[in-house]
């Protein structure tokens, strides 16, 4: 269903590359190689409840599924997000969701109760042995990702139950007042920063940002939840903010600020139309999620403005009324639609995932396409483990395994085309999606492309996603003509590399 068309002048040549189709829409693919943007840092996940997971199941398991996130032949990622647990009561009743009860690095002592036992400075009341799953998850990506690649960023959802109002680390009664005890954000920064210096040194790793408050400024967390999450207002958010900065110089440690992990860009702007200079000039990195694209050009701007690095640092999505199937083409087509609006709007410096890794929908009838692989976490840790990868994976390896760190993306005409290139020039990477029901011809000018000489060849490779390819390479080809033409399969991720051919 692809074939690849070269033309010089008048003449025009089909090379039959790949069998063709007749029906297909024409796309100008217009790419504007002039107007590119920073090095692009790369892709990634959040670890929290999946790695809290998988990272006690056997070395087989566990090691399968970081070769597939963070392997040369999975998704090739290089960032993660480490969440830094907050930790509810030994005493509370289980209520959070599976892998979301993620342990704190305290310990109570013996006989205490209540949320006034905590001392920081008696050794004895940290606990360095706790979170080992999600560590195994720290150590498996660092002996995985280049260092020069590897960027980790640490991230809390909630304050130890001690430090909450509710004394619960899912939010307070009150879904819009804050959890955080008064008075209690130095402490909680200190709580941070204490954790990250330890992981650091324990795991010879660096963090570079630390995120203190997650999705902050919405209605969504509250006592009775199932995950660990805060609301947090702009004074409460500008609060922790300082004290965290405070605490890294004091720990002398090189971590950044990172926030505010808003769930959109418009309560994103909010927030950040409430904090003082002052505040704006502690924090090193933009984080927004893109749970609703409305606004996130506004977001581009004010991390232009204030220069300041700018991630989409979660997103994941499920199509309405789209139960659980791992070879329907509709959540990959609107996760790799997603990644490119994206892209285009917010101008992201880095992509992260949400879950990687999610629990498999027990009752089909209400089930969900959350996830790029999923697995039964019913199963125990020594059981028999099944991996299943969906659609979702593939599409994100169309974008992953080919716009790699310090690509650059440049402007595309194209509102379902990214492009991407290379730092020396001699790779362009286009992804392309295409949710319609026809098949279409991307046209190029070949003799635009970066580094290209006159007369010198081409080679054109496509990969493609849809329902009877995963990321597959199904062309490839060198070309000198100055005109070029790709088609790609209808409902289809594909993925167009363009490389300087032999001399």
């Known amino acids: 269903m692809l074939a690849v068309l070269v033309a010089s002048g008048a ?37 929290a409840w999946f790695a809290n997971v998988t990272g006690g199941y056997p070395d087989p398991v566990r090691n399968r599924l970081a070769d597939l ?12 997000r480490y969440n830094i647990g907050g930790g509810n009561a030994p005493d509370i009743r289980p209520y959070l969701r599976k892998g979301a009860d993620l342990p704190g690095f305290w310990r109570r002592p013996a006989g205490a109760s209540g949320q006034d036992w905590w001392r920081p400075d008696d050794a004895a009341m940290w606990d360095w042995s706790a979170d080992a799953r999600q560590r195994w998850w720290l150590d498996a990506i660092r002996d995985r990702v280049d260092n020069k690649a590897l960027i980790l960023e640490a991230f809390s959802n909630s304050p130890p139950y001690f430090m909450t109002q509710s004394g619960l680390v899912s939010g307070n009664d009150n879904r819009l007042d804050n959890n955080i005890k008064p008075g209690a954000s130095s402490a ?18 660096h ?44 720990a002398g440690l090189k971590t950044r600020v990172a926030a505010m992990d808003e769930t959109d860009s418009l309560t994103f702007i909010r927030n950040w139309q409430a904090y003082t200079p002052e505040t704006r000039a502690l ?74 890794v999610e629990n498999v929908s027990p009752d089909p009838q209400h089930s969900s396409n959350w996830g790029l692989i999923k697995m039964d976490y019913s199963v125990p840790d020594e059981g028999e483990h099944t991996i299943t990868i969906s659609r979702k994976y593939y599409a994100m390896a169309n974008f992953s395994r080919h716009i790699r760190p310090g690509y650059r993306l440049f402007e595309v005409a194209d509102m379902d085309t990214t492009g991407a290139v290379s730092p020396d020039g001699k790779t362009v990477v286009f992804v392309h999606v295409n949710a319609g029901p026809y098949a279409r011809n991307l046209k190029l000018l070949r003799q635009n492309l970066p580094s290209m000489k006159v007369g010198q060849a081409s080679h054109v490779e496509l990969y493609v996603t849809d329902a009877a390819h995963e990321a597959a390479r199904l062309c490839g080809d060198n ?19 363009i490389t300087q051919a032999p001399s």
Request: charged fraction near 20%; proline fraction near 6%.
């Open 11 to 47: 003449t025009s040549v089909m090379a039959q590359v790949c069998p063709t189709v007749t029906a297909a829409q024409d796309i100008d693919v217009r790419p504007d190689y002039t107007r590119t943007g920073k090095p692009f840092e790369g892709w990634g996940t959040a670890l």
């Open 188 to 205: 909680f920064a200190d709580y941070l920063v204490r954790v990250t210096a330890r992981l650091e040194q324990s795991h010879g790793v």
């Open 69 to 80: 996130l963070y392997g040369e032949q999975g998704l090739r990622w290089n960032i993660a």
């Open 479 to 497: 070309l000198t003509a100055s005109e070029m033409s790709v088609q790609v399969p209808p409902q289809s991720i594909s993925t167009l590399v």
């Open 283 to 356: 924090i090193g990195q933009l984080n927004v999620h893109s749970y609703d694209t409305f606004g996130q050009t506004g977001v581009r701007d004010i991390a232009s403005s204030s220069n300041i690095r700018l991630w989409m640092s979660e997103n994941d999505l499920s199509p309405q009324n789209v139960r659980q199937d791992f070879d329907d083409m509709r959540p990959p087509l609107a996760l790799a639609e997603r990644i490119t609006l994206d892209l285009k709007k917010l101008k992201p410096a880095a992509w992260v995932f949400w879950q990687a």
């Open 207 to 250: 963090f570079r940002t630390l995120s203190p408050v997650n999705e902050p400024a919405t209605p969504y967390w509250h006592a009775k939840n199932t995950q660990e999450g805060s609301h947090w207002t702009p004074e409460a958010q500008q609060e922790v903010i300082v004290a965290t900065a405070k605490a890294l110089g004091k």
